[in-house]
């Protein structure tokens, strides 16, 4: 307890300006670590020198420590510590580097002692309007002109002004570049669409366009790309309704499928004011669905049998029928010369049908007179080479008074 007595007593002092450590002896050479005699004797007799005992403050520089004016210091009280301490830093005196304020920055003064601050700031103003003014448009390129946010007019190819920002915000595209849009977006993906006559088709094409309205453009389309997925794919599922299966997959039913389709996009985007121009339309993949597509594919086998085999009737039935006409006007020739000559032409046709039967087969020859039979030399020697079957022979009796 005398120990927290003292501790208070010295924090009591500190409070009040004096030292609470007392003076060290550095005169008299003494130990300055001696605790200082009298204390707590309780017998209330002053020393007898005038010097207070106890500790030197180790805060205070070599000299005195009794608060006196020893070597030329004294010590420092709390409120000497607190006067001189701020917000800002130890205060300065006055005159001193800084001014009385401490270390402030001064900017540089022109000439009559007036600021470079309202100089600089309209310079910058200055730059900041030309840079934002000048506005250079490519060739192939266009902009909207947006006054407080408001659409005020076009501008179009090459070196433009306008007001600075923000009293005139300037928004340039690219209106003359073809832009392409996917359906559907994904390779997996599979759009199906019902033909003509009922049965489903997964269709993917390509849509091509550009701006053709500026305005129109930046200020009623919200999402163009969305807005062109949608007008195609109305179009195309109305276009294919109107035609059926096997002419979505030929060449000349695609191509008339993509005009009827751009056709009918055009008026679609034109009558919403989208300012969206349709450059074509090209259908990169017909196919069945893939749940089908092996019983579709024997479908396709089938047919493709079924129009080889009525191929080839057909052309067989045109051979008969030419040969059949060729043969009908022969015999209207024959007939005509029949008409001419009777006799004649019924002997000459009698010769040439002997001459073509006969000329195939082997011939005895018998005269009605006398008969002279005649030895079938190549009908035995055909049968001794072969071992087969003879030919019937066929005896001719020439007509008497015959050549």
Do not use: C
């Not at 007799?45 to 210091?73: T, V, Y």
């Not at 923000?166 to 073809?178: A, F, K, L, N, R």
């Not at 094409?205 to 999402?223: A, M, P, Q, S």
């Amino acid at each position: 307890m005398k120990i927290l007595d003292g501790f208070h007593s010295r924090i009591a002092l500190a409070m009040a300006g004096k030292n609470p450590w007392g003076s060290s002896s550095d005169d008299d050479g003494g130990d300055r670590s001696d605790p200082p005699k009298g204390e707590g004797n309780g017998s209330g007799d002053k020393p007898a020198s005038d010097k207070p005992k106890g500790p030197r403050n180790p805060w205070l520089p070599q000299g005195g420590g009794d608060g006196s004016d020893r070597g030329g210091r004294r010590s420092a009280s709390i409120e000497d510590i607190f006067k001189n301490r701020g917000p800002e830093g130890p205060r300065r005196r006055p005159g001193g580097p800084g001014g009385p304020g401490g270390p402030n920055f001064r900017m540089p003064e022109r000439p009559g002692g007036k600021s470079w601050v309202p100089v600089i700031i309209l310079v910058v103003l200055i730059i900041w309007a030309l840079v934002t003014s000048a506005h250079l448009i490519g060739p192939q390129e266009k902009a909207v002109v947006k006054t407080l946010g408001n659409y005020t007019r076009t501008l179009d190819s090459g070196l433009q002004f306008t007001a600075p920002f923000p009293i005139e915000t300037v928004d340039i595209e690219d209106v003359e570049g073809v832009r392409s849009v996917r359906i559907p977006g994904g390779d997996s993906q599979a759009k199906l669409i019902l033909t003509g006559d009922q049965n489903l088709v997964d269709l993917s094409y390509i849509v091509r366009w550009n701006i053709k309205d500026l305005e129109g453009f930046k200020f009623r389309v919200v999402d163009p790309i969305e807005t062109v997925n949608e007008a195609a794919e109305a179009a195309m599922r109305a276009a294919v309704a109107e035609t059926e299966l096997d002419e979505t997959f030929s060449g000349q039913g695609r191509a008339a499928i993509e005009l009827d389709v751009r056709e009918r996009m055009q008026a679609t985007l034109d009558s919403d004011g989208a300012g969206i121009r349709v450059l074509g339309v090209e259908i990169e993949k017909a196919d069945p669905p893939a749940q089908v597509v092996d019983a579709f594919r024997d479908v396709q086998v089938a047919e493709q049998n079924a129009d080889a085999a009525r191929n080839q009737a057909r052309g067989y039935a045109q051979q008969v029928l030419a040969q059949a006409e060729g043969e009908a006007q022969a015999f209207d020739k024959v007939y005509e010369e029949y008409r001419l000559a009777p006799e004649v032409t019924r002997r000459r046709l009698y010769y040439e049908t002997m001459e073509r039967v006969l000329s195939q087969t082997d011939k005895t020859i018998v005269e009605t007179d006398n008969v002279t039979p005649y030895l079938p030399l190549p009908e035995v020697n055909r049968r001794r080479s072969t071992g087969t079957s003879s030919q019937s022979s066929q005896t001719v009796v020439a007509p008497q008074g015959s050549q």
